[in-house]
């Protein structure tokens, strides 16, 4: 052979026999290259996939490359490695199938078009498990017809899913790599044709036999290119994903600002912050509110123009604050600063800005204005609970010395109005008079002390005001003429009814009619008129006296309140007065010397109940009620009182108008007396008092009506001890006539009547 021939040829194989090696090399080096980037681990799927493929492709290239090392040892004398070939032959096709399949998941995954893990899995170990069978097998030629046909397409079906994923910032990387597969592609499809016609001839099929015959070289180059392009994408991923974590990181940043800044503007707290000179930054909706100023108006402003601290200042306390080894929020009472210069009360905590680069504070700031209004209404409902437990306690006292006064003057006032009357006129006449009216103010003396204490149970009926002023003028006016004084009523044509207590607001007549006599001098006036007021009937006590001195014009009507000298009242009349007109949702106003010649002019204002004609009308002065006669037999009262002078004086006055008295110290004595007799025969009207050794009325009453509620109807309780009997809601129930001790004989006269007559 010719010399430069031999050497060409020595050239050509040396070419032949070591383009696997460097293959093989290249392989090797791509799987180091991927056991580097396992610790990348946002990427470690993408990487583990193509370790496999080269991992595999180096196990195929083994195979080559050894007996290719084989070759060159034996031409050169050796013995060759075709041992070692042979040990690694049965792996070549698993690794060449596994290759194939790993580097199709590979660039499926990198196109993000990943399969799940186990489908992966699953796939590539039965791939590889196809590839071991036929290497078994012996069947090279199946294996390579796989091969020729399933490497164009993989890469080919590949490259398209790549190059759809080529976009955005992945747009390089992909693109590359989609340009190696299809490269990879094209040299596979090469081979293909080559095999299919391995002697065609023609320009095309000359090129495709030569690059099938330097088919080792070009697999090296593509399997290089191949590297470097997942390479590429897989460090892009890792690029993207440490954007996309920082993209992430900013966002959240983002997110909890705007839901910091939300929580601030929803607390109802002023939240402020200032810089490290104490000039406001910023302020949220609560602090805008609070200090009734635009958000624009605090920003520069000092932090001292919104909170007024005397002592420290806001930026001390701060300083504080911070060195302050406990961390425990300390809470400042001061006066904030409205924008209109109003102050008010709050308290604040304060902080420090942990900002290096723009110190500042922080103050959160709570209006106390409702919490001290209510502190103060406490306060006072504090006071008025002590107060009214105080009023209980001297209740029970005043019911208890009044129980005691009521029966003596019960007494005195009975007989001497009896007396008056029968009594022959001049001095002796006059003096029971004077006693009559001395018991009488004594009388509404206990009832204005009664009235203040006690939660009064009234029993209101509709009545003709006409009526009750005349009646109460008429027992006042001999009270008023002993005095010297002329008191008259003045009555219009025209009035309404009203629904009231009687004998309550005869109470407040009286009270009024007596403090203008006390005003008066001798040879003044007192009148009592009624005035309509379109829905409201006014009943008016005027006095021709000097009225009340304006320093005291706002203190006659509080409790205690009195000009008179000791012992001539308490000073409860206007202020218990005041009471029976609010319960009866009306008022009483005083208008002082509203005109020249009157004093004092009191108005009591009530509600109108209807025309007059509905109202019940009630007589200016009942005659004391005749007793019923049945079968031919004068009728009866039981008197049951354990005080031996009340009944003598009560029998006294039933005598008197025609009735048979009966008498018992206490209702057991009561209940014997009546057992034997019929109710057809019994007292026509039972007076009972309430409170008797023994037993008492409710208890009598309780008995008769369970035994002979015939009789129970026609009880009359006379009591001293009121606050208790009321209050229990006892007669209210019991719906029997109730009259209170000191009574005077109209009174009971008008209990007779309505338990006998109905009316
Ligand atoms: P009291 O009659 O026990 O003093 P009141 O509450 O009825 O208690 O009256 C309080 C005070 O109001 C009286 O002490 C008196 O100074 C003043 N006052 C009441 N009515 C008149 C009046 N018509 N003219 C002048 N002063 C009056």
Redesign the pocket.
């Given at each position: 052979m010719h010399p430069q021939v031999q050497a060409v040829s020595g050239l050509f194989k040396a070419v032949l026999v070591i383009g696997p090696v460097v293959e093989w090399a290249s392989a090797l080096l791509l799987v180091g290259a991927f056991v580097l980037m396992l610790p990348l681990s946002s990427q470690r799927r993408l990487v583990v996939v193509w370790l496999t493929a080269w991992a595999a492709q180096a196990l195929s290239l083994t195979y080559s490359a050894f007996e290719s090392i084989g070759q060159i040892i034996h031409s050169a004398g050796g013995p060759g490695l075709g041992i070692w070939a042979a040990i690694i032959g049965p792996f070549y096709w698993p690794a060449r199938f596994l290759f194939i399949a790993a580097v199709g998941f590979g660039c499926l995954a990198a196109a993000g078009r990943r399969a799940p893990v186990r489908v992966e899995r699953i796939a590539l170990v039965a791939i590889a498990v196809v590839g071991l069978l036929i290497g078994i097998f012996d069947a090279d030629y199946l294996a390579i017809a796989i091969e020729s046909i399933v490497t164009p397409l993989v890469f080919f079906g590949v490259a398209q899913f790549i190059f759809s994923a080529a976009v955005g910032p992945r747009f390089r990387g992909l693109t590359f790599l989609g340009v190696v597969t299809t490269l990879y592609g094209t040299l596979a499809t090469c081979y293909l044709i080559d095999q299919l016609s391995p002697r065609s001839t023609g320009s095309l099929m000359t090129l495709i036999h030569l690059v099938r015959f330097s088919s080792v070289y070009g697999d090296a180059i593509a399997l290089a290119l191949l590297g470097v392009g997942v390479i590429v994408v897989i460090v892009q991923e890792a690029f993207l994903d440490v954007i996309e974590a920082h993209e992430k990181r900013i966002r959240a940043v983002a997110e909890s600002e705007f839901r910091l800044n939300d929580i601030i503007q929803a607390a109802q707290e002023a939240i402020i912050t200032f810089d490290a000179g104490g000039q406001i930054e910023l302020a949220n909706e609560g602090a805008v509110l609070l200090l009734g100023v635009g958000p624009g108006a605090l920003v520069g402003q000092p932090i001292s123009a919104v909170i007024d601290r005397p002592t420290e200042s806001v930026l001390d306390l701060m300083h504080e604050a911070e060195v302050r080894a406990n961390r425990d929020l300390i809470t400042y009472p001061a006066s904030g600063i409205r924008g209109d210069g109003e102050r008010f009360p709050i308290e604040f905590t304060v902080g420090r800005l942990r900002n290096a680069e723009k110190p500042g504070g922080v103050v959160v700031i709570r209006d106390l204005t409702l919490q001290q209004a209510m502190l103060a209404e406490r306060e006072e409902f504090e006071r008025k609970m002590a107060e009214s437990e105080k009023m209980l306690a001297i209740g029970r006292v005043v019911s208890g010395v009044a129980h005691e006064l009521n029966n003596p003057l019960a007494v005195v006032v009975g007989e001497s109005e009896q007396l008056v009357e029968s009594a022959p006129g001049g001095e002796v006449r006059t003096g029971l008079r004077t006693i009559h009216e001395q018991a009488n103010r004594a009388r509404h003396i206990i009832r204005d002390l009664l009235a203040f204490v006690r939660h009064r149970d009234d029993q209101r009926e509709e009545i003709n005001p006409v009526h009750l002023v005349e009646r109460t003028v008429s027992t006042q006016r001999p009270a008023a003429e002993a005095r010297g004084i002329t008191l008259t009523a003045d009555i219009p044509d025209r009035v309404l009814a009203i629904r009231v207590d009687p004998s309550a607001i005869e109470q407040v007549l009286v009270?009024?009619i007596?403090?203008?006599c006390?005003?008066v001098p001798a040879g003044g006036a007192v009148r009592v008129c009624i005035r309509i007021a379109r829905d409201r009937v006014e009943l008016i006590v005027e006095?021709s006296?000097?009225?009340?001195p304006e320093s005291?014009v706002g203190k006659?009507?509080e409790p205690f309140?009195?000009?008179?000298e000791t012992g001539?009242?308490?000073?409860?009349?206007?202020?218990v007065?005041f009471g029976i007109a609010e319960q009866h949702d009306g008022s009483l106003r005083l208008e002082n010397r509203p005109q020249s010649g009157i004093?004092?002019r009191?108005i009591l204002s009530l509600p109108a109940a209807g025309p007059v004609a509905a109202a019940a009308s009630m007589a200016t002065r009942r005659p004391f009620p005749s007793p019923p006669i049945s079968n031919g037999k004068v009728g009866e009262v039981l008197l049951i009182d354990d005080e031996p002078a009340v009944r003598a004086t009560l029998a006294k006055l039933f005598r008197r108008a025609g009735w048979e008295v009966l008498e018992a110290a206490s209702g057991r004595e009561a209940i014997d007396l009546l057992s034997p007799i019929a109710d057809s025969d019994a007292p026509a009207v039972i007076l009972c008092d309430l409170k008797m050794p023994g037993m008492g009325g409710e208890e009598f009453h309780r008995q008769i009506a369970r035994q002979r509620p015939a009789l129970a109807k026609r009880v009359i309780f006379v009591t001293g001890d009121v606050v208790e009997s009321l209050s229990s809601g006892f007669i209210a129930a019991s719906g029997c006539q109730v009259v209170e001790k000191p009574f005077t004989v109209a009174e009971i006269a008008r209990a007779v009547s309505v338990t006998v007559n109905g009316r």
């Open positions: 009270n009024l007596d403090n203008a006390e005003a006095d006296g000097p009225g009340i005291l006659v009507f309140y009195t000009t008179k001539r009242g308490p000073g409860l009349g206007l202020s007065s004093g004092a009191f």
